[in-house]
């Protein structure tokens, strides 16, 4: 054996030993779990494509209203007849009468009107549990036509109670086109929607403040509202507010949070309904608008349903009525007075909803964030040509849904940052 092959031999020894050693670090690293908040998952770029494999049809609902006459107020019910031609993507439904009336504050000041349907008998739409109940969205302002449907996807991953759902759909009134409606359910106790039982009870906090039945709080002056049901009495009514008081009474105990509020607030369900609208940038809530909470009788006080996302992701009447600004403001921050952050914050200072947070966060972000990516890729391919009559109607918009289904996207990856350094910081 010659010198030249022991020095080969030698050489091929340490190449297989140095080969064996950078495939044992590289399995190494391949089994090693990245931790959770280090994921970014704001380093994607999107692009203003959409996918044109998605077939781009959605169902569409044509009301009659007796006489021709024309929804001008929220107060009065029209009577009419719907049917809905469900376009081959879901199966259509045969004429029936129904009800019609405008609803919703601000929206209901625009061009494009939101209406409450009210069925003779109740009804399964879209495979949705039977009511007699609906609502249609008009997202005037939301020219992107997807953030109740983002929202409320976030919350159905979520798993927060009775959140609705949203079907794009196409609207005609009278033999006129109106453009491109959401429908969804209406707020309200029903065995298929807010089921809370006959002695649960459903609080709208809105600083509207225009229900019947409502009470300002001791403390915080949270405007309280009841939405859902009707009292049976002024003592009766009387009984349901002292139950509220007596909770936002626990907030302030000075054994807060080592007193009886566990026992009547659903935490996990905060910690949901917060996710939400940090993601989302919904800052309303903060007045607050639009934030319901519901109670079984003996039960927790829980967040939910969620409603009313078409000021959120970062519109802004400054910058034109656009979207996605406002990208870096975190949702719950000390400068915030209102009444509604001061609520938030206030139960934020609980230490075990702060790591509920944390956990529900990280979880979220690792499982489901990428599924929420999806969600919009396949909702903004299907509304495409919806979306172009809806913008020939109305006019309102960049008339892109490309561009807005990127900006959406965009907006939503950042957003994990934001909220990545405020849990920090907790």
């Known amino acids: 054996m010659n010198k030249s ?30 931790p959770v908040d280090d994921i970014d998952l704001s380093n994607v770029e999107e692009l203003p494509v959409l996918n044109e494999n998605v077939k ?31 376009n081959n993507k879901f199966k259509d439904f045969e004429v029936v009468r129904t009800k019609i009336k405008g609803r919703g504050n601000s929206t209901w000041s625009k061009p494009k009107k939101p209406f409450r349907l009210k069925l003779d008998k109740k009804a399964s739409l879209f495979n949705l549990a039977e009511a007699k109940d609906w609502v249609l969205l008009a997202n005037y302002n939301d020219y992107t036509l997807m953030t109740n449907a983002v929202a409320m996807k976030i919350g159905k991953q979520l798993g927060l109670p009775f959140t609705h759902d949203i079907i ?12 491109n409606y959401n ?10 929607r807010v089921n809370v039982g006959d002695d649960g009870i459903l609080w709208e906090l809105d600083n509207y403040f225009d229900e019947e039945w409502k009470f300002k709080t001791a403390h915080l002056n949270l405007p309280v509202m009841l939405k859902d049901p009707d009292p049976e009495s002024a003592l009766h009514f009387e009984t349901w507010k002292n139950e509220f008081q007596n909770f936002e009474n626990l907030l302030f105990s000075k054994e807060f949070p080592k007193n009886s509020f566990s026992s009547v607030f659903d935490k996990q369900q ?15 809530i903060g007045h607050p608008k639009s934030v319901y909470m519901h109670k079984k009788l003996g039960g927790k006080f829980t967040m939910g349903p969620i409603w009313d996302f078409d000021f959120a992701f970062g519109f802004s009447e ?24 001061e609520f938030y914050k206030k139960i934020l200072k609980d230490p075990e909803i702060r790591i509920l947070l944390s956990k529900t966060w990280n979880e979220y972000k690792q499982y489901q964030f990428e599924e929420l990516m999806q969600f919009i890729e396949t909702f903004a391919a299907e509304i495409r040509e919806s979306q172009k009559r809806d913008f020939e109607k109305w006019k309102v918009g960049n008339n892109s849904m490309a561009v807005n ?17 405020y849990i920090a910081k907790l």
């Open 405 to 421: 289904k990127a900006g959406i996207k965009t907006f939503l990856r950042k957003r994990t940052l934001v909220i990545d350094r």
């Open 56 to 86: 781009a049809v959605v169902p569409h609902i044509f009301i009659n209203i007796d006489d021709n006459r024309e929804v001008v107020d929220k107060e009065v019910y029209l009577t009419g007849s719907i049917y809905i031609d469900g």
């Open 168 to 179: 794009p759909v196409d609207l005609t009134i009278n033999g006129i086109y109106q453009g």
């Open 318 to 341: 400054e910058h034109g009525r656009t979207y996605f600004n406002y990208v870096d403001l975190e949702l719950i921050r000390e400068s915030d007075s209102r009444i509604g952050s």
């Open 183 to 192: 429908l969804t359910q209406q707020v309200e106790i029903h065995e298929n």
């Open 270 to 284: 905060f910690v949901n309904f917060i996710i939400v609208n940090m993601l989302v940038g919904n800052h309303e």
């Open 5 to 34: 092959y022991l020095q080969l031999e030698q050489l091929t020894s340490v190449v297989k030993k140095f080969l064996i050693g950078m495939l044992v670090m590289l399995a190494t690293i391949a089994c090693t779990k990245r």
